[in-house]
């Protein structure tokens, strides 16, 4: 199951059933054929379309090799030790990715997507009686977990079992003699089958954790992907310099950053080349595509009709609801429950530091992003 295609998938179910309903037919009726003065709207002095996409055009490689020195640092770093995964220093740096994610989530996405479905451009009905933005991301959350759980329940049936039997038959198979951990000194049926049959075990749990990992980097790679199309999307169709200049900053940090962490995960989930070479692409090609469409649709896309503000205002509040589980639960409480920061109350105190230092970052961009 490839994570693009998941994503992609995603996307596009929501923008169809986000079309199709009946909250979006109601919306057309807001005030003024469909569009409306945004109070947040530019200034003329920053309206300036020329200046506005030369920023943009400078904005698509420059956050695409933000994204890609992001993602391909902590594959790259495979080959220096202290960055290795069972090193302090990659737990350390995995946190304060993870807080740029957690931080992204609740300072960027979420607060976009209140701003949008309680526009003004809105009808009060139904859009101003509901939280709907809460709403969605409680039950993205929730939707996260479901098929955070059924993904794992499929990779453990049609994975788990022929593991267990191969690694059994080994286990059944082998004498004590013939174990190269035991080197022939082992004596004694007893002693060699009790160790034979632990080595399995191991094993089983060795391949349970890698199919979590791989879980965490398909379902994070869905939500990173949705949410950098959404605020590419914005980007490419904005004509004000006031709000591009900060946000081409803004993006690359966060790209880099929120590459790292998806990179961490993809290095633990130990694909191949290919899939490891599918997920990069698709991380980092994602918002420069969402500013190219933005420049492709900026004479037809206005950000405050109704229909955008309530697809974006939606998808983001899906996008935040999935980042915040990731975030809490995959990432953070996984890596500080787990035995390596469990053993070390320093390192659990150092990598709290660094999840601090991360979302403080991002909540800092927030003031001009």
């Known amino acids: ?29 807001a005030p003024e054929a469909g569009l409306c003065a945004d109070p947040a709207a530019a200034p003329d002095a920053c309206h300036n379309v020329p200046k506005a996409l030369r920023l943009k055009l400078i904005a698509i490689p420059t956050i695409l090799f933000s994204s890609v020195v992001g993602v391909c640092l902590p594959l790259l770093a495979k080959s220096v030790p202290a960055l290795q995964p069972d090193r302090s220093l ?132 869905m939500g990173i992907v949705v949410h950098s199309v959404v605020i590419g999307l914005g980007m490419g169709a904005s004509q004000s310099v006031c709000t591009i200049r900060p946000l081409v900053a ?25 899939m490891k070479s599918g997920l990069v692409f698709f991380f980092s090609t994602t918002t420069p595509f969402g500013i190219a469409l933005g420049l492709a649709l900026t004479k037809v896309y206005r950000d405050n009709s109704p229909t955008a503000l309530i697809v974006v205002g939606l998808l983001n509040a899906v996008s935040a609801g999935l980042l915040h589980y990731m975030a809490l639960v995959e990432l953070l409480a996984a890596e500080f429950m787990g035995p390596k920061l469990q053993a070390s109350v320093r390192l659990q105190l150092v990598c709290f530091l660094a999840v601090l230092l991360g979302a403080g970052g991002m909540s800092v961009m927030a003031k001009w992003a």
């Open 250 to 274: 803004a993006m690359c940090f966060h790209q880099m950053f929120e590459g790292m962490g998806l990179g961490g995960c993809i290095l633990q989930a130990e694909y191949g080349a290919r």
């Open 1 to 29: 199951m490839a994570p693009p295609s998941q994503a992609r998938a995603l996307a596009l179910l929501i923008v169809i059933v986000c079309s199709s309903s009946p909250l979006l037919s109601h919306a057309q009726k």
């Open 90 to 221: 990659f737990s350390v740096v995995k946190a304060f990715a993870s807080g740029v994610i957690l931080g992204t989530g609740y300072m960027h996405v979420l607060p976009d997507s209140f701003n949008n479905l309680s526009s003004p451009c809105l009808p009060v009905k139904p859009w101003g009686e509901f939280p709907f933005t809460a709403f969605v991301a409680m039950l993205a959350a929730l939707f996260t977990l479901m098929v955070d759980s059924l993904m794992l329940t499929f990779y453990n049936r049609n994975k788990g079992g022929a593991g267990r039997g191969s690694t059994a038959a080994v286990a059944d198979h082998e004498s004590p003699e013939q174990s190269p951990e035991q080197g022939g000194n082992w004596h004694g049926h007893g002693h060699g089958h009790g160790m034979a049959l632990a080595k399995p075990d191991d094993a089983e749990a060795g391949q349970m954790q890698l199919r979590r990992n791989r879980v965490v980097v398909q379902v994070l790679e």
